[in-house]
């Protein structure tokens, strides 16, 4: 039986007719070793930037479901002209949007999970001997709406398809070989991973490690997908997520990761009694709004504590109404808010089986000087949330403090 590969391309990788035809080539050539090919493409390099500020241009507040159907116009054109590059260089290729490989998502627009994959309309065309390429990001509810996924949702659109044909591997090709330890934008002593477990993955992508979509992750872990993230330039071996093995757990932290455009709110002299806690986060949670983290702190003589979450920057407009609204109906003191707040996290599925992960995060940044507002932690991470000024200061710090620019010991 012939094996099948799903290869998904990210903006950078099709931002220009030259780069087109460079990943065109790439899935005739492993269609050419035996495989069938399904391409995933994103929009081509900044298009989608674009599309939203042309968006904002035009109104302050677009509706959601009109901001879906335009950005998924950028992923249109780039599966129209794939096909094309690979038709000229004499080979058989078909485009397909989302709605068309029957990619069904549930109705929440900006943000649709994935409900449903029809498989049987891509392996007729594969099985015809043609490259199948489908647009990333993309989806349809039931009732025909177009949705998208959440920004650099190609990922999850390439493994989701991978998980339902039965892949071989899911490549993910983008402008950097591989996973490193940290941004590489921003820490240059970063390394390359050979190779990272499914959950380290995820934890870094949900806490800001921009590399991946961390739905993808989620998909590629409940399915056993192996993902490859690698260069669309060079053929060198990049980062394969995949599920943990014997041994992983000898290095204590994975990686690091800067989470952006979080925004903290501070509900001031909330009355220490049963039920306050349950009131606040049903109303807010009403609101759709997600909360990252929570902390509680009690005045000294027990009456009162002040109770502070972190939400996305986006959320926060919304979320200082629902304050505005707590603080009337529970007769608070106030809300306090700082839209410059980002988050910094450690990961590594070491810390289950070493100790000393936390004190060694705060002593870095300590030396570094940085002020940490917010703590968090499971079993394999550590968070702090600083101010945003301290952020890239505290991401160098916690990267050196754990030798992540060196190679680890059982590295091969
Ligand atoms: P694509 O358009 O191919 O999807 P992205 O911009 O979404 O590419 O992702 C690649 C970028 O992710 C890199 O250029 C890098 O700056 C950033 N990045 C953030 N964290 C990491 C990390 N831990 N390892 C590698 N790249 C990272
Ligand atoms: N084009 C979309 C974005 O820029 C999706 C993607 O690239 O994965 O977010
Ligand atoms: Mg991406």
Redesign the pocket.
């Known amino acids: 039986m012939t094996g099948l590969i799903v290869q998904k391309?990210?903006?950078?990788?099709v931002a220009d007719a030259t780069k087109i035809q460079r990943a065109a080539r790439r899935a005739i050539r492993t269609k050419q070793s035996g495989s069938q090919v399904v391409m995933v493409v994103?929009a081509m390099g900044k298009t989608t930037d674009e599309l939203i500020a042309l968006a904002k241009d035009v109104s302050p507040k677009p509706p959601r479901r009109e901001m879906d159907m335009l950005l998924t116009t950028g992923e249109q054109v780039s599966i129209a002209l794939m096909a094309m590059a690979i038709d000229a260089a004499g080979h058989e290729a078909i485009s397909f949007t989302g709605g068309q490989v029957g990619l069904l998502t549930d109705a929440s627009h900006s943000k649709a999970r994935i409900k449903q994959i029809d498989a049987d309309r891509i392996r007729k065309h594969l099985d015809a001997g043609k490259i199948v390429i489908v647009a990333g990001f993309q989806g349809i509810t039931e009732t025909g709406a177009i949705t998208t996924l959440g920004r650099?949702g190609?990922?999850t659109t390439a493994v989701a398809l991978a998980a339902v044909l039965k892949a071989d591997a899911c490549e993910?090709?983008?402008?950097?070989d591989?996973?490193?330890?940290?941004?590489?934008?921003?820490v240059p002593e970063?390394r390359k991973i050979d190779q990272i477990a499914y959950d380290e993955m995820l934890e870094?992508a949900a806490l800001?490690?921009?590399?991946?979509h961390s739905r993808a992750i989620e998909f590629g872990w409940k399915y056993s997908v192996p993902i490859h993230?690698r260069s669309?330039l060079t053929d060198t071996p990049g980062t394969m997520i995949m599920p943990e093995t014997k041994g992983m757990e000898d290095v204590v932290v994975r990686?690091a990761?800067l989470k952006r455009d979080l925004a903290s709110v501070v509900l001031v002299g909330v009355p220490n009694e049963p039920g306050m806690a349950a009131r606040i986060f049903a109303r807010i949670a009403q609101h759709n709004i997600v909360v990252d983290d929570i902390i509680q702190n009690i005045y000294e003589d027990r009456q009162q504590a002040n109770i502070g979450f972190t939400v996305a920057e986006t959320d926060l407009d919304e979320a200082r109404v629902v304050a505005d609204q707590l603080v009337k109906e529970l007769g608070l003191r106030g809300v306090e808010t700082d839209d410059r707040v980002v988050k910094v996290s450690v990961v590594g599925i070491g810390m289950r089986t070493h100790t000393g992960v936390a004190s060694r995060v705060f002593g870095s940044l300590a030396e570094a000087g940085v002020n940490i507002h917010n703590i968090s932690t499971s079993e394999i991470m550590v968070s702090c949330v600083v101010s945003e000024s301290d952020g890239e200061r505290a991401l160098q710090a916690v990267h050196a403090a754990f030798e992540l620019d060196k190679a680890p010991n059982n590295d091969t």
């Open positions: 391309f990210g903006g950078t990788s994103s650099g190609s990922d993910i090709y983008t402008d950097v591989g996973v490193y330890t940290t941004d590489p934008r921003i970063a870094l800001g490690a921009g590399v991946m993230v669309s990686g990761a």
